[in-house]
């Protein structure tokens, strides 16, 4: 039986207070299963990132919270950074543009794993080169902006798994890049996962990048979830009108995966 990491339980988030209040979430209730690669999908403003930001205890301070996220899988609250990694769109903001890229990634390793300065450096390396970054020795010294977009976002990768998360959250990691560019991140992030047995949360508005590696895909539409189940059964019979709509204006079904599905 799988083994539940997260659990929400009509999860609400509402940004503002009183009559001016926006609801970005409304009675979520939806499992994270361990080990599992779960793809969040819909539209611009249906609360994919609110949902990602309450997982991670990031929520704005004007949004307000009620239901519950438990966390069986871990024992108490996960801390974000160390039990769970993140990976925004755009990898220029969380990347500080004037310290080189490999001390940012030996930083997270040194505050979360306690390690030497010289083991940390070792390590943030070993990272690079894991996310295949062509001349590790190279990256560890230069800038985010001395690298292109794809490259950013593999440092960006390195420094979310550098503290050895089981939960890795990924916020439309590639909206950013061109399609050949998407498609490598999305291999890298499925090679990851598998190789550190980490659970992904892969939030996308675009089904076609879902549908090559997600195990499960949940379906957020105006802040509700319309459907959650596994990716075969929802691409091929979606039990919502709703799904069915957003299968039919995004993929064709002959629209072959960016990747091949990850062999079980
Ligand atoms: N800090 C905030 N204050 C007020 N409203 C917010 C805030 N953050 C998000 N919202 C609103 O909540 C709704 C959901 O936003 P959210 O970013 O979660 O959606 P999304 O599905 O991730 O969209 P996108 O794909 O465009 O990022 C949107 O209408 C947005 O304008």
Known sequence: MSTILASLKKLTVAYGAGQGAYRALQNLDLDIFKGE???????????????????GGLLAPEAHMSGSIVWPGFHGS??????????????????????PVGRQIAEVARLHLKLSRSKAHEHARALLARVHIPDPDTAMNAFAHQLSGGQ?????IAAAIAAKPSLLIADEVTSALDTIVQAQIVSLLDELVAAERMTLVFITHDIALASG???RIAVLHEARLVEAGPAADLLNAPGQAYTARLLASHIGLDTPPLIAKHPP
């Not at 994919?48 to 309450?54: D, E, G, M, N, V």
């Open 37 to 55: 690669r779960l793809a969040i999908i819909g539209e611009s403003g249906s609360g994919k990132s609110t949902l990602a930001r309450a997982l």
């Open 78 to 99: 996960p801390q974000a950074g160390r039990d769970m990694g993140f990976v925004f769109q755009d990898a220029g903001t969380s990347l500080n543009p004037v310290i």
């Open 152 to 156: 950013r976002q593999r440092v960006a």
């Open 213 to 215: 590696f997600a195990d």
